[in-house]
């Protein structure tokens, strides 16, 4: 079974900083992985697919990278809305999340 | 629109049953694999279900298999669970997620406000 780990725990950061939230993988699954967002009190919502590529409707400063085992989501310049907790997945398997907040 | 809305949550004692459902609106619910997904009070996302476009294939984690059926009405585009001999470990926030064609867990979107499950005597 693949375990994803999800780095940092917490990432606390001014707005308008890039944030760099870190998802690895126990084994390679090439760009198998996907991206959400869980805003407080919120149902998660889909922000990346396939490593690389944006849900619709999800803002430009959103970006995913990564293959193989190692994968990064990035926010080019962080906004107040923006707080929330990250998680990646992969099939049935989800990371245990990022939580990002406003510092 | 597309939206899921997901009804029958509530509090029940340990071992008593439940079941949850989810009306699809806005996209033919006959046309993407549907899944359950739960988060525990203060926790992460636990995939729970998954069932084909044509209920065909169905996939339960562990820990829920024997217990839990997941099943849909393609002419109502209706998702539902039937959750038996529940337990505490089983209290959570359910899911309801539209996935691809096939069970695989990919692309999970839209996802439903949740239905609140508690297992508590």
């Known amino acids: 079974e693949i375990v994803l780990t999800q780095s940092p725990a917490t990432l606390s950061l001014s707005p308008g900083e890039r944030a760099t939230l870190s998802c690895r993988a126990s084994?390679?699954?090439?760009?198998?992985l996907a991206w959400y967002q869980q805003k407080p009190g919120q149902a998660p919502r889909l922000l990346i697919y396939?490593?690389?590529n944006r849900a619709t409707g999800i803002p430009a400063r959103f970006s995913g990278s990564g293959s193989g085992t190692d994968f990064t989501l990035t926010i080019s310049r962080l906004e107040p809305e923006d707080i929330a907790v990250y998680y990646c997945?992969?099939?049935?398997?989800f990371g245990g999340g990022t939580k990002v907040e406003i510092k | 629109q597309v939206q899921l809305v997901e009804s029958g949550g509530g509090v029940v004692q340990p071992g008593r049953s439940l079941r949850l459902s989810c009306v699809a609106s806005g996209f033919a619910l006959n046309g993407y694999g549907m899944h359950w997904v739960r988060q525990a009070p203060g926790k992460g996302l636990e995939w729970v279900a998954a069932i084909s476009y044509d209920a065909t294939n169905k996939y339960y984690i562990d820990s829920v298999k024997g217990r839990f059926t997941i099943s849909r009405n393609n002419s109502e585009d209706t998702l539902f669970l039937q959750m038996n001999t529940l337990r505490p470990d089983d209290t959570a926030v359910y899911y309801c997620v539209r996935g691809g064609f096939g069970v695989i867990p990919e692309r999970l979107d839209p996802w439903g406000q949740g239905a609140l499950v508690t297992v508590s005597s």
């Open positions: 997945q992969q099939r049935s398997t």
């Open positions: 084994q390679s699954i090439s760009t198998y």
């Open positions: 396939d490593a690389s």
